[in-house]
Protein backbone atom coordinates (compact mmCIF):
# COMPACT_ATOMS: atom_id res chain seq x y z
CA UNK A 1 0.00 0.00 0.00
CA UNK A 2 2.01 3.06 -1.61
CA UNK A 3 2.67 6.61 0.19
CA UNK A 4 2.17 9.40 -1.79
CA UNK A 5 4.63 12.32 -0.78
CA UNK A 6 4.36 15.67 -2.27
CA UNK A 7 7.49 17.69 -2.71
CA UNK A 8 8.59 20.28 -1.34
CA UNK A 9 5.54 20.30 1.32
CA UNK A 10 6.24 16.53 3.08
CA UNK A 11 2.25 16.36 2.47
CA UNK A 12 2.30 12.58 2.59
CA UNK A 13 -0.63 10.47 1.40
CA UNK A 14 -2.38 6.91 1.59
CA UNK A 15 -2.86 5.45 -1.84
CA UNK A 16 -5.42 2.24 -2.49
CA UNK A 17 -3.44 -0.52 -4.45
CA UNK A 18 -4.11 0.32 -8.02
CA UNK A 19 -4.73 4.10 -7.70
CA UNK A 20 -3.55 6.65 -9.93
CA UNK A 21 -1.45 9.51 -8.60
CA UNK A 22 -3.94 11.80 -9.52
CA UNK A 23 -7.42 9.69 -7.98
CA UNK A 24 -5.15 9.97 -4.71
CA UNK A 25 -4.61 13.45 -4.74
CA UNK A 26 -8.20 14.27 -5.08
CA UNK A 27 -9.23 11.46 -2.58
CA UNK A 28 -7.17 13.42 -0.04
CA UNK A 29 -8.93 16.83 -0.98
CA UNK A 30 -6.63 18.27 -3.58
CA UNK A 31 -7.58 19.65 -7.05
CA UNK A 32 -5.39 19.69 -10.01
CA UNK A 33 -5.50 21.10 -13.32
CA UNK A 34 -6.50 18.01 -15.37
CA UNK A 35 -7.42 17.77 -19.17
CA UNK A 36 -8.85 14.18 -21.05
CA UNK A 37 -7.77 11.78 -17.50
CA UNK A 38 -6.59 9.35 -20.41
CA UNK A 39 -2.94 10.01 -20.73
CA UNK A 40 -3.08 11.62 -23.97
CA UNK A 41 -3.16 15.92 -22.95
CA UNK A 42 0.23 15.49 -20.75
CA UNK A 43 -1.38 18.57 -18.45
CA UNK A 44 -1.08 16.31 -15.20
CA UNK A 45 2.09 15.77 -16.25
CA UNK A 46 4.29 15.07 -12.75
CA UNK A 47 8.17 14.77 -11.81
CA UNK A 48 9.11 11.70 -9.61
CA UNK A 49 11.80 12.29 -7.64
CA UNK A 50 11.51 8.90 -5.79
CA UNK A 51 10.22 5.30 -6.04
CA UNK A 52 8.84 3.94 -9.42
CA UNK A 53 5.40 3.76 -11.45
CA UNK A 54 3.91 1.89 -13.73
CA UNK A 55 0.91 2.78 -16.18
CA UNK A 56 -1.95 1.12 -15.66
CA UNK A 57 -3.28 1.80 -19.09
CA UNK A 58 -1.19 2.72 -22.53
CA UNK A 59 0.36 6.63 -22.72
CA UNK A 60 0.78 8.41 -26.20
CA UNK A 61 4.30 7.91 -27.52
CA UNK A 62 3.99 11.50 -28.43
CA UNK A 63 2.95 12.71 -24.58
CA UNK A 64 5.85 12.17 -22.58
CA UNK A 65 9.50 12.27 -24.81
CA UNK A 66 11.93 9.84 -24.01
CA UNK A 67 13.76 12.34 -22.23
CA UNK A 68 10.92 12.82 -19.84
CA UNK A 69 10.62 9.40 -19.40
CA UNK A 70 14.66 8.98 -18.01
CA UNK A 71 14.11 11.86 -16.30
CA UNK A 72 10.88 10.59 -14.41
CA UNK A 73 7.91 12.49 -15.97
CA UNK A 74 4.57 10.53 -15.30
CA UNK A 75 0.87 11.88 -15.94
CA UNK A 76 -0.41 11.55 -12.76
CA UNK A 77 -3.81 10.45 -14.60
CA UNK A 78 -2.50 7.04 -15.26
CA UNK A 79 0.97 6.79 -13.12
CA UNK A 80 0.15 3.63 -10.42
CA UNK A 81 3.09 3.39 -7.59
CA UNK A 82 4.70 0.64 -7.42
CA UNK A 83 6.29 1.64 -4.51
CA UNK A 84 6.45 4.90 -2.34
CA UNK A 85 6.46 7.72 -4.56
CA UNK A 86 7.94 11.53 -4.03
CA UNK A 87 7.00 13.41 -6.68
CA UNK A 88 6.81 17.58 -7.05
CA UNK A 89 4.37 19.22 -9.02
CA UNK A 90 5.06 20.91 -12.51
CA UNK A 91 3.00 24.38 -11.11
CA UNK A 92 0.59 25.74 -8.58
CA UNK A 93 -2.22 24.18 -10.21
CA UNK A 94 -2.48 21.77 -7.01
CA UNK A 95 -4.28 23.44 -4.00
CA UNK A 96 -6.00 21.95 -1.10
CA UNK A 97 -10.20 22.57 -1.72
CA UNK A 98 -11.58 20.19 0.77
CA UNK A 99 -9.20 19.79 4.22
CA UNK A 100 -12.12 17.54 5.76
CA UNK A 101 -10.75 14.58 3.04
CA UNK A 102 -7.68 14.67 4.79
CA UNK A 103 -8.53 13.36 7.95
CA UNK A 104 -10.27 10.53 5.52
CA UNK A 105 -7.18 9.97 4.25
CA UNK A 106 -5.11 10.27 7.62
CA UNK A 107 -7.81 7.35 9.28
CA UNK A 108 -7.49 5.02 5.76
CA UNK A 109 -3.59 5.01 6.54
CA UNK A 110 -4.28 4.02 10.07
CA UNK A 111 -6.16 1.15 9.03
CA UNK A 112 -3.84 0.32 6.60
CA UNK A 113 -0.56 0.12 9.04
CA UNK A 114 -3.47 -1.58 11.60
CA UNK A 115 -3.57 -4.81 9.03
CA UNK A 116 0.49 -4.65 8.21
CA UNK A 117 1.37 -5.24 12.12
CA UNK A 118 -1.44 -8.27 12.16
CA UNK A 119 -3.89 -6.16 14.56
CA UNK A 120 -7.10 -4.04 13.91
CA UNK A 121 -8.98 -0.56 14.67
CA UNK A 122 -12.53 0.29 15.17
CA UNK A 123 -12.64 3.08 12.85
Given at each position: ??????????????????????????????????????GG???????????????????????????????????????????????????????????????????????????????????
Open positions: MPNLTIHPTGEVLYLEPGETVLGGLYKAGYAYTIGCRRCAICKVDVREGDFSYDHPVADTVISDEERTDGTCLSCRAVPDSDLTIEMRDTCLRLVNPFLRQMNDKARLRADALAAGTTTKE
